[in-house]
């Protein structure tokens, strides 16, 4: 796969629609795979009516469950049954109905700390990838769904913090979060979620204004760096559509 291109801006009426117009996006991805399918999710606020919509009845019978593997970018460190924990948010809404349980891949949080959670699940992407390398040729994920934060983080990798500039280890332990709920995370690396062939950003709401017109004038922020070695889409509404800007630079 080629260098990391600029993101492409794609703007929709509304929350409803960035919902509708992320599913289908999912639905192409799973199409272009006749083989085994790996999507990242994405927690916080975000995703949920994405994830209502893979649940309903027009898209769980279109989903090949038996092929598609489940993983996610980041975890709070908690328990997997705390309704903070993102695995377990998206295990609620669509998941556990139709995925087999071997084919979903929670952020393991029964275990010392963050660091030993994160080795856990680096190891675990390894054995589903099948090497300790990652090779631009042959992503590791057909998509991975993210979102930007009121700071500028995405996934649990926060400004200014170490672990964005992390390029050896697939997984990182975060001891202190940036903003709430303000628990240790577990996050995959800038690195390996790069390692896919669609990246994919929803950006909804009028509070999330000021951050797409810092991420759009190009400010170094981890939102902005995080990029796909194959397609990086910044899906948003145009409540979160600053005046006057047009795309990403």
């Not at 409803?16 to 992320?22: D, F, G, P």
């Not at 328990?79 to 924990?85: G, M, T, V």
């Not at 690195?191 to 017109?213: N, V, W, Y």
Request: charged share 20%.
């Amino acid at each position: 796969m080629a260098a990391a291109a600029e993101p492409k801006l794609i703007v929709v009426a509304d929350a409803e629609a960035l919902a509708q117009a992320a599913a289908e996006r999912v639905m192409a991805r799973i199409a272009a795979n006749p083989g085994r399918i790996a999507i990242c999710l994405t927690g916080g606020s975000s995703p949920k009516k994405l994830y209502q919509l893979l649940g309903s009845d027009g898209y769980r019978s279109r989903i090949p469950w038996d092929r598609v593997h489940w993983f996610v970018g980041d975890e709070r460190f908690v328990a997997e049954s705390d309704p903070l924990n993102n695995m377990a948010v998206a295990r609620a809404i669509f998941l556990d109905r139709d995925a087999p349980s071997g084919h979903i891949h929670p952020i393991p949080t029964l275990v010392e700390n963050p660091n030993e959670s994160a080795a856990a699940y680096a190891h675990e992407l390894q054995a589903f990838y099948g090497s300790e390398r990652l090779d631009p040729a042959r992503p590791l994920f057909d998509l991975v769904l993210m979102g930007a934060g009121p700071d500028g983080h995405t996934a649990s990798l926060f400004p200014g913090y170490p672990e964005i500039e992390e390029t050896a280890r697939w997984v990182v332990g975060v001891p202190k979060a940036n903003v709430a709920p303000f628990v240790p995370r577990v996050s995959l690396t800038l690195p390996a979620l790069a390692s896919c062939r669609e990246m994919l950003f929803e950006i909804a709401g009028h509070d999330k204004q000021p951050i797409l017109t810092r991420l759009l004038n190009g400010e170094n922020l981890p939102a902005l760096r995080a990029r796909s070695h194959g397609e990086t889409v910044w899906m948003v509404d145009r409540a979160a559509l600053p005046e006057g800007i047009r795309g990403p630079r």
